[in-house]
């Protein structure tokens, strides 16, 4: 039996974790053992997504919670050289691009087990983004290298990682899409205002395709003050032509407290700025929206799969296919008023899916794995 130790941290990897975990149940050969490094801890951010996207309790939790990038990481290596001393697995895969991604990386990696990355090969290239710099550390130490798209490969190879590590087997978020889609068209779309009395409703208060979703959180666009003024001026704006419901992250609304925007913000009616999501009620949001604004990684494949226009707030991204293929388009802020009006005259981007996006991608990888660990 093949020990392999699966690493989850943050929200955007319990979707890629789930149909691993789900491919892994009763395997005659592999013996999955999960770790959560406690990266994110929330009910709202963690907690619910296991809940609902059936993941089994971490066999381990690190509970390292929030602190700044050093401290968070160290914790990090610091439990998960402990629990690789303790349970010597064969083989540690790890997901996505956070620093639980990087830190159990680099102790898996120097003690020399054999470390599989998931979502390997996509590039930014801009190291402002802490993601880009846990992608690129990632990529250089670990053994065997999954892929989500071509273009990804193309960069490992660049990058003078050889061929045959590399495996192009889809996108495990997809996988989690397509198996949730039909759970979460029975949730509600019924949501409590953040700092308001009412509430609203989708369907009633407004329908199907007459409303955007946002997401924003990324350092670049929330963390300096200007730069999030401007934002909820423009927010503002469109919510007059057409209402914006925004699920909003831990870190947008500390500092939407800490530079003092709330009142900005109450002064548009039609900005619902709501509790952060679980997982169903999100996707079911999204599905029915006419279109996303975001700057998030996650909902720019999400959206490709689902053909709803996405806008990204982002100088630049790491998922390039979707842009190539998909609905999304990258954005300056001056952009996202045209870009919305064109959307609203109907010429809102669709889009094609990209290949192996088809809810199979976690039976390929436990193909691969038998024959790799
Ligand atoms: C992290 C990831 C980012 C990912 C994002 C998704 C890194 C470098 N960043 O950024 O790639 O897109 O998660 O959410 O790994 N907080 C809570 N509850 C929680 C977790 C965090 O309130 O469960 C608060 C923290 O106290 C902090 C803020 O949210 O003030 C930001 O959390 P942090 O983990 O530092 O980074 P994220 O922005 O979530």
Same mark, same amino acid.
């Given at each position: %039996? $093949?020990?392999?130790?699966?690493?989850?941290? /943050?929200?955007?990897?319990?979707? *890629?974790?789930?149909?691993?975990?789900?491919?892994?149940?009763?395997?005659?050969?592999?013996?999955?053992?999960?770790?959560? $490094?406690? &990266?994110?801890?929330?009910?709202?951010?963690?907690? &619910?997504?296991?809940?609902?996207?059936?993941?089994? /309790?971490?066999? +381990?939790?690190?509970? =390292?919670?929030?602190?700044? @990038?050093?401290?968070?990481?160290?914790?990090?290596?610091?439990?998960?050289? *402990?629990?690789?001393? #303790?349970?010597?697995?064969?083989?540690?895969?790890?997901?996505?691009?956070?620093?639980?991604?990087?830190?159990?990386?680099?102790?898996?990696?120097?003690?020399?087990?054999?470390?599989?990355?998931?979502?390997?090969?996509?590039?930014?290239? #801009?190291?402002?983004?802490?993601?880009?710099?846990?992608?690129?550390?990632? #990529?250089?130490?670990?053994?065997?290298?999954?892929?989500?798209?071509?273009?990804?490969?193309?960069?490992?190879?660049?990058?003078?990682?050889?061929?045959?590590?590399?495996? %192009?087997?889809?996108?495990? %978020?997809? !996988?989690?899409?397509?198996?949730?889609?039909?759970?979460?068209?029975?949730? !509600?779309?019924?949501?409590?205002?953040?700092?308001?009395?009412?509430?609203?409703? +989708?369907?009633?208060?407004?329908?199907?395709?007459?409303?955007?979703?946002? $997401?924003? @959180?990324?350092?670049?666009?929330? #963390?300096?003050?200007?730069?999030?003024?401007?934002?909820?001026?423009?927010?503002?704006?469109?919510?007059?032509?057409?209402?914006?419901?925004?699920?909003?992250?831990?870190?947008?609304?500390?500092?939407?407290?800490?530079?003092?925007?709330?009142?900005?913000?109450?002064?548009?009616?039609?900005?619902?700025?709501?509790?952060?999501?679980?997982?169903?009620?999100? +996707?079911?949001?999204?599905?029915?929206?006419?279109?996303?604004?975001?700057?998030?990684?996650?909902? &720019?494949?999400?959206?490709?799969?689902?053909?709803?226009?996405?806008?990204?707030?982002?100088?630049?991204?790491?998922?390039?296919?979707?842009?190539?293929?998909?609905?999304?388009?990258?954005?300056? =802020? &001056?952009?996202?008023?045209?870009?919305?009006?064109?959307?609203?005259?109907? *010429?809102? *981007?669709?889009?094609?899916?990209?290949?192996?996006?088809?809810?199979?991608?976690?039976?390929?990888?436990?193909?691969?794995?038998?024959k790799e660990i």
């Amino acid at each position: %039996m $093949t020990k392999l130790i699966l690493v989850a941290g /943050a929200r955007p990897n319990f979707m *890629k974790i789930a149909p691993l975990m789900h491919a892994l149940k009763d395997h005659p050969n592999i013996r999955p053992v999960l770790v959560h $490094t406690g &990266q994110h801890y929330d009910v709202k951010m963690s907690g &619910q997504f296991f809940d609902e996207l059936n993941i089994p /309790a971490p066999d +381990i939790n690190l509970e =390292v919670g929030s602190a700044s @990038h050093a401290v968070q990481t160290a914790r990090i290596m610091e439990g998960f050289e *402990k629990v690789c001393l #303790d349970e010597k697995p064969d083989a540690v895969l790890v997901v996505g691009d956070v620093n639980s991604t990087a830190a159990c990386t680099l102790v898996a990696s120097k003690m020399g087990i054999k470390t599989i990355h998931y979502e390997a090969g996509l590039r930014s290239h #801009d190291r402002n983004m802490p993601e880009e710099i846990n992608r690129l550390v990632t #990529d250089a130490i670990s053994d065997v290298f999954i892929t989500t798209s071509a273009d990804a490969d193309e960069n490992l190879l660049k990058e003078n990682i050889p061929a045959e590590k590399i495996h %192009m087997l889809g996108n495990l %978020m997809i !996988d989690s899409l397509v198996e949730q889609l039909p759970k979460a068209g029975n949730t !509600d779309l019924k949501f409590d205002l953040l700092n308001r009395q009412a509430g609203i409703e +989708i369907g009633n208060d407004f329908r199907e395709k007459e409303y955007g979703v946002m $997401t924003f @959180h990324r350092p670049g666009n929330v #963390d300096d003050r200007e730069n999030l003024a401007g934002l909820v001026k423009i927010w503002g704006k469109i919510s007059e032509r057409v209402p914006l419901v925004f699920p909003v992250h831990p870190r947008t609304y500390k500092n939407i407290q800490r530079f003092d925007l709330q009142k900005a913000i109450d002064a548009f009616p039609h900005l619902y700025f709501i509790e952060p999501l679980g997982y169903l009620q999100f +996707i079911h949001l999204v599905s029915r929206s006419l279109f996303t604004l975001t700057d998030s990684g996650g909902i &720019q494949e999400e959206t490709t799969y689902l053909g709803i226009p996405c806008l990204t707030v982002r100088p630049t991204t790491e998922r390039p296919v979707t842009i190539w293929e998909g609905s999304n388009s990258l954005i300056n =802020v &001056q952009e996202i008023e045209p870009e919305v009006n064109r959307i609203l005259s109907g *010429k809102g *981007k669709k889009g094609n899916v990209p290949k192996y996006w088809d809810g199979k991608t976690a039976e390929r990888i436990v193909q691969m794995l038998m024959k790799e660990i």
